[in-house]
């Protein structure tokens, strides 16, 4: 039985892959070859990550998992590269016709495959300067998320001696010098963004940005 936080999550998972369709497909042709914060990928090969749950059958998944033997960090990177040539249009179309998808990341519910993309759409957004608007509730959920112990240890972000202090929302964590910023840049850090310049603020934030 799907509980009321499972259906309140998949609604606004529906929500954020339209919009992010919108963006997308918004975009100049030449802006689809530019760089994310996702190191090492343009914004071509982010969307095919994105998109590689509602293209790849399990059997496929699976196969490819094996040829990169059983690393899924692997086979996400080289899957990526060779799937950024599928063409634009069909890769907008993937993140539009899949709104209502039920993927989830393994062990993450539909917490996690709410962050999976708000992140990885802020990886675009935030290096082209598109104005996304993300709601505080939704941004709050991703925080909340991505401090979690299990995320952290993933991303391997020290925050030792550090507080995070969100200037545009009433979130803070951990303690010690303080780092403030926007939410959406304080998520980014947790997920292991090297965040633009000048984007934070503190004696330290220059250990967070690229």
Same mark, same amino acid.
């Given at each position: 039985?799907?509980?009321?936080?499972?259906?309140?999550?998949?609604?606004?998972?529906?929500?954020?892959?339209?919009?992010?369709?919108?963006? /997308? =497909?918004?975009?100049?042709?030449?802006?689809?070859?530019? !760089?994310?914060?996702?190191? #090492?990928?343009?914004?071509?090969? &982010? $969307?095919?990550?994105?998109? +590689?749950? %509602?293209?790849?059958?399990?059997?496929?998944?699976?196969?490819?998992?094996?040829?990169? *033997? +059983?690393?899924?960090?692997?086979?996400?990177?080289?899957?990526?590269?060779?799937?950024?040539?599928?063409?634009?249009?069909?890769?907008?179309?993937?993140?539009?016709?899949?709104?209502?998808?039920?993927?989830?990341?393994?062990?993450? #519910?539909?917490? #996690?495959?709410?962050?999976?993309?708000?992140?990885?759409?802020?990886?675009?957004? $935030?290096?082209? *300067?598109?104005?996304?608007?993300?709601?505080?509730?939704?941004? /709050?959920? &991703?925080?909340?998320?991505?401090?979690? !112990?299990?995320?952290?240890?993933?991303?391997? $972000?020290?925050?030792?001696?550090?507080? /995070?202090? =969100?200037?545009?929302?009433?979130?803070?964590?951990?303690?010690?010098? &303080?780092?403030?910023?926007? =939410?959406?840049?304080?998520?980014?850090? /947790?997920?292991?963004? =090297?965040? !633009?310049?000048?984007?934070?603020?503190?004696?330290?934030? *220059?250990? %967070?940005?690229?």
């Amino acid at each position: 039985m799907t509980s009321d936080s499972d259906l309140r999550l998949r609604a606004e998972i529906a929500v954020i892959r339209r919009e992010l369709a919108d963006v /997308l =497909a918004s975009l100049p042709a030449d802006s689809w070859d530019a !760089p994310t914060l996702c190191a #090492g990928w343009r914004v071509r090969e &982010v $969307v095919a990550h994105v998109t +590689m749950p %509602f293209r790849y059958s399990t059997g496929r998944f699976l196969a490819e998992l094996a040829r990169s *033997g +059983m690393r899924f960090h692997r086979m996400s990177d080289r899957c990526a590269r060779r799937d950024a040539a599928v063409p634009a249009a069909d890769l907008v179309a993937a993140v539009r016709d899949n709104a209502t998808n039920p993927w989830r990341p393994p062990g993450g #519910g539909y917490e #996690g495959a709410l962050i999976h993309d708000v992140i990885h759409g802020l990886d675009i957004a $935030v290096p082209l *300067g598109v104005d996304w608007p993300i709601p505080a509730a939704r941004m /709050l959920t &991703v925080l909340d998320g991505v401090a979690k !112990p299990a995320s952290r240890k993933h991303f391997g $972000v020290d925050l030792t001696g550090i507080e /995070l202090r =969100a200037d545009d929302l009433d979130w803070s964590f951990g303690t010690g010098t &303080v780092v403030s910023g926007p =939410a959406r840049d304080l998520a980014l850090l /947790l997920c292991g963004r =090297a965040v !633009p310049a000048g984007r934070l603020a503190g004696t330290v934030a *220059g250990r %967070f940005s690229g």
